[in-house]
């Protein structure tokens, strides 16, 4: 069996998709107060910019970028995992002695401002793409609402019947 190796880079921009073990769970959206505590928290002690990020009920999608004399995105993942799970269990959502995440996520280095763009609109389509929404913008649960704000992207950004991105 091929071991997979993760690609560490000091300061490195990263793209991620962190999934449930059960995908027919809506636990991410459900307590989606409870997963941004637990990535302040982690953000505190270990510094990183959520460049892009989108928050579906069984996944999630987040572009990060480190400091840059780090890179060691796992210990934040590690800990991000676990305040959610420990806040699930406190508060008797979650009694399985099982971890409700997949033990693997995916992790992508960005390479170059392409690359970026491709990913971060992979990430604010991605609610589209799965049909919880007709537009990017009327899902709650994503930093489209920041890039809009900016002027980065129109409103009706990947809007039915017009949708303005393709993967």
């Not at 489209?144 to 303005?164: M, S, T």
Request: hydrophobic fraction near 35%; glycine fraction near 2%.
């Amino acid at each position: 069996m091929v071991q997979y190796r993760r690609n560490f880079i000091p300061g490195g921009t990263y793209f991620f998709t962190v999934t449930l073990n059960d995908r027919r769970q809506s636990l991410l959206v459900d307590h989606v107060g409870a997963l941004r505590d637990a990535m302040r928290h982690v953000r505190e002690l270990y510094p990183w910019r959520t460049d892009a990020i989108v928050v579906l009920p069984e996944h999630l999608h987040a572009l990060w970028t480190l400091p840059h004399e780090d890179e060691n995105y796992p210990q934040r993942w590690r800990m991000v995992k676990s305040l959610f799970t420990k806040h699930l269990r406190e508060s008797g959502l979650w009694s399985s002695p099982r971890s409700p995440w997949q033990a693997r996520y995916w992790e992508h280095t960005i390479r170059d401002e392409r690359d970026f763009d491709a990913h971060a609109n992979y990430i604010h389509f991605n609610p589209v793409k799965h049909e919880h929404v007709k537009r990017a913008s009327d899902w709650p649960h994503s930093s489209f609402h920041r890039f809009f704000e900016r002027g980065d992207l129109p409103h009706d950004w990947a809007a039915e019947p017009h949708v303005a991105f393709k993967e």
